[in-house]
């Protein structure tokens, strides 16, 4: 009965929704690169939807887009965090910074993968 009164409590989806909202107003404002990485879905995601043959096809393509976007904002909370705890060089914050950055390239490398392996199954 909790788990209902849990999917029912609107209040709580409605204030998720508006700290979603706000985090996507804080990466649009202040992250270069989710800027970058969201110019680059509304650029290939149509294209990714044009040349699936299928949903699968369909959404690897888009879907590996999103993905990039989903660490970059978990990359940028890493940072704000870091950088909340202070603006003093320590190594262990250049290494979570680092494996953010690791985190989003290897994101941004299974778009390359995912796209080439569809494309030439495609074509060749």
Request: no cysteine; charged share 20%; glycine share 8%.
């Amino acid at each position: 009965m909790t788990l209902l009164k849990d999917l029912l409590n609107l209040g709580r989806i409605w204030r998720a929704a508006g700290y979603s909202a706000a985090g996507f107003r804080v990466a649009l404002k202040n992250e270069a690169a989710f800027r970058q990485e969201l110019a680059l879905l509304v650029m290939l995601a149509p294209l990714g939807l044009w040349l699936g043959r299928d949903g699968v096809e369909r959404s690897l393509l888009v879907g590996s887009l999103m993905l990039v976007l989903l660490v970059e904002l978990l990359n940028s909370a890493i940072e704000v965090v870091v950088n909340r705890i202070g603006q003093d060089r320590h190594e262990l914050s250049g290494q979570a910074k680092d494996l953010g950055s690791a985190a989003v390239f290897v994101a941004l490398f299974l778009v390359v993968v995912v796209w080439a392996l569809v494309l030439a199954d495609r074509y060749f």
